[in-house]
């Protein structure tokens, strides 16, 4: 069930809104069980029972030139399929792309025939290349997302929230004076024709009915 800290009659709503409820009940009545009554603080990382469908997959990139690319993209864990449609329209055929050993490159890297250097659980080098700077950008967004579970950006607008996670990574050679002076220009319309382009209006109530912005899987 996404992070928004409902009620028990608010998530008993939303899963019967999705159509799920009566599916739970008849099929896995201890996970609905759960989505309703269990704490979501007591719900949070390892300690889950089903872990896999309260975690959220953020796809993230990073080169030397420091691009970056980051996006939440499924429930649970990305498979190849996820990989492929996120990366392939923006990772180069020159490209050498360095990961860990998990699985899901695999069908990416041989598709799209990109030098793949894979370095196995435990290390963090292979020869000229590392993860050092990928799991620098993984530390930095663990710093930005607050540890408090009340303060925890909601699925639905994860997406949002590490979009001002990714403009402070692409600024933090700026001062803190620089920063704000640079976002009040955005906030207020004081930008050039090139990013005012780029800009695009948004209500409240585009907010508030917007859809998630993941692959939910199926798990809610």
Known sequence: MPRHHRSRKERTEYLDSCNKYRELFENNPSLLKEMIYHSQKRMDGTRTIDKNHQHICILTAIDRSNNIYIEPVTSGTANSTD????????????????????????????????????????????????????????????KFISKDMERKPATKYLDLYLMMFWWLQKNKDLSQTQMS????????????????????PVTTDDLAGRPLPIDTKGFF
């Open 83 to 142: 990989v492929y449609d996120k990366l392939h329209k923006r990772i180069s055929k020159e490209a050498v792309v360095v990961t860990d050993d998990h699985r899901s490159y695999k069908y990416f890297v041989r598709k799209e025939r990109i030098e793949h250097i894979k370095i196995g659980g435990g290390t963090y080098t292979s020869g000229a290349y590392s993860l050092s700077r990928v799991n620098s950008l993984h530390s930095a967004m663990d």
């Open 181 to 200: 002076e640079l976002l009040f220009h955005i906030v207020t319309g004081h930008v050039d024709c090139h990013m005012r382009a780029k800009m695009i």
